[in-house]
């Protein structure tokens, strides 16, 4: 092992360069090109990211986020109490219970059963959309304020989470059958692709997710965020929430949808965006 000190000069570099948007893979190599080990550089920079990651991260916009008193262990959101189940501080995760009654869950998936169609993703390079073997549920959007039912959980949504219904992409319906699955991902749009750009345009970058749970499949289907090692169980009418202050991993957002043991699973997804979505 080759002994580089790791001084305050090359921390603070380093802080620069990542607040000034360079990929770590950019910084590691432009460390590397100036005579670094790449073990060393890694360590040095890992170490870094993880102390100032959250200090800068906080300085940017505000975020959706819901008024929680210290201790409270419900929500007033626009019609509906919501119980918190699981806060947690960073990343910020919230579990949700009762954000949907079962009434309008089945109807949610009675509305969005017939317009289903195998999930695509959106292709970063292009910014259109595609099958993905890592996304094996199927999927339908409704648009914003489609009918009644959606305009009452998008004004549930955005009362919960304090951000405008306008900021709100419209809600996204997916069924797992048996088996299926979402691999882990970001939902933020990757700057780093070309077709990222024309993405931003229309509302600019996601900045938090709002998973809800249309039915409670029988085993398997669970939220899983790796890197924290959070696995939150799909429950009718429960939800999860995180938000993102940057699209880079060390918002440490990394999801996926567990594959779904038995049973099927449904939930309705709400992203919500830095600026109107239209
Ligand atoms: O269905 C899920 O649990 C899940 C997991 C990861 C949904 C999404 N991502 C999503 O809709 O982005
Ligand atoms: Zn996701």
Redesign the pocket.
Same mark, same amino acid.
């Given at each position: 092992m080759h002994e580089q000190l790791i001084t305050p000069e090359l921390r603070q570099w380093i802080i620069e360069q990542s607040s000034a948007g360079h990929s770590v893979e950019s910084v590691l190599s432009a460390m590397k090109a100036s005579g670094w080990h790449e073990d060393t550089a890694l360590t040095a920079l890992e170490n870094t990211l993880k102390e100032h990651a959250w200090p800068l991260m906080q300085a940017g916009q505000p975020l959706p986020e819901p008024a929680l008193a210290s201790g409270a262990t419900a929500l007033w959101a626009h019609d509906r109490e919501v119980r918190v189940l699981v806060s947690m501080a960073r990343p910020r995760v919230l579990v949700l219970g009762g954000l949907l009654s079962a009434q309008e869950c089945q109807e949610m998936v009675e509305l969005a059963r017939p317009r289903l169609a195998r999930s695509e993703t959106v292709i970063n390079a292009t910014g259109g959309s595609e099958v993905n073997v890592a996304r094996t549920?199927e999927g339908m959007f409704f648009a914003r304020a489609e009918n009644e039912l959606c305009q009452r959980i998008e004004a549930r949504i955005a009362a919960l989470v304090n951000w405008p219904i306008e900021r709100g992409e419209g809600l996204?319906i997916?069924r797992?059958g048996p088996g299926a699955e979402?691999k882990p991902?970001y939902?933020y749009f990757d700057p780093s692709q070309p077709g990222t750009p024309t993405i931003l345009r229309r509302g600019g970058q996601r900045v938090a997710?709002l998973?809800t749970y249309l039915n409670t499949p029988q085993a398997g +289907?669970?939220?899983v965020f790796p890197d924290i090692g959070l696995e939150v169980s799909?429950v009718a009418g429960n939800a999860v929430f995180f938000s993102y202050a940057l699209p880079h991993p060390m918002t440490q957002t990394l999801?996926? +949808?567990a594959p779904v043991m038995d049973g099927e699973?449904w939930?309705a997804?709400k992203w919500l965006r830095e600026q109107r979505f239209e």
């Open positions: 549920s996204q997916l797992y979402y991902h939902d997710t998973v +289907g669970a939220t799909a999801h996926g +949808g699973k939930v997804t």
